[in-house]
């Protein structure tokens, strides 16, 4: 998709997900993500993980996965996904997870995120994309912000925790429009 910066995105492979099942047990990813850790035999539960919709407007559609590789050493380090397109093309949901632990707080992150909203306004056209994060998620609020991600809403109590309780999330939008374009690192 990209031929400059740290890193590039490209179709989710098998091995890929492999990876991602024994990184997925990280306490601070369970926390983050808001799940129960994946277990070798669950890849088909790993790939709905991506594909469930948390935004109130958008309805099904299609969903893209992608692994966040290092352009450097070609090393697989999380995912991202736009899911809920639909042929109008208004919008998508965006859900972004750096699993590598060595390769958070250092911009990988923001990097992805800004090839990911690029490939959806400049590719497919889209007008809109949203996400939500849970409040206490200060480091993934920064980096939205930084793409230009702006929050829209505090949707109470409508996350379910594996622990069985419920949590806010901010839901968060960027469109067209007010997407500057340029690489906010």
């Given amino acids: ?6 890193v590039y995105l490209t179709p989710l492979e098998a091995g890929h997900i492999n990876r991602y099942l024994k990184l997925s047990h990280d306490p601070e990813l369970i926390t ?3 799940w129960r850790p994946f277990e070798p035999h669950e890849k088909e539960r790993f790939i709905r993980w991506f594909q469930v919709l948390t935004l109130p407007y958008l309805d099904n559609g299609k969903t893209l996965i992608f692994s966040i590789m290092t352009r450097d050493d070609e090393k697989a380090i999380g995912c991202v996904s736009l899911k809920g397109i639909t042929e109008a093309k208004s919008g998508a949901e965006v ?13 990988y992150g923001t990097e992805a995120l800004n090839l990911a909203v690029k490939y959806a306004f400049s590719e497919l056209g889209l007008a809109l994309l949203g996400l939500t994060v849970f409040p ?29 309780e419920y949590s ?10 007010q997407w500057s374009g340029t690489d906010n690192r």
């Fill in 32 to 34: 983050t993500e808001g």
């Fill in 168 to 177: 806010d999330m901010w839901l968060m939008e960027l469109v067209r429009e």
């Fill in 1 to 6: 998709m990209d031929t400059k910066g740290r």
């Fill in 136 to 164: 206490s998620n200060q480091r993934a609020i920064r980096t939205y912000e930084k793409v230009g991600f702006r929050k829209r809403e505090l949707l109470k109590q409508s996350w379910l925790l594996p622990s069985g």
């Fill in 95 to 107: 859900g972004i997870a750096i699993m590598e632990k060595d390769y958070r707080s250092q911009g």
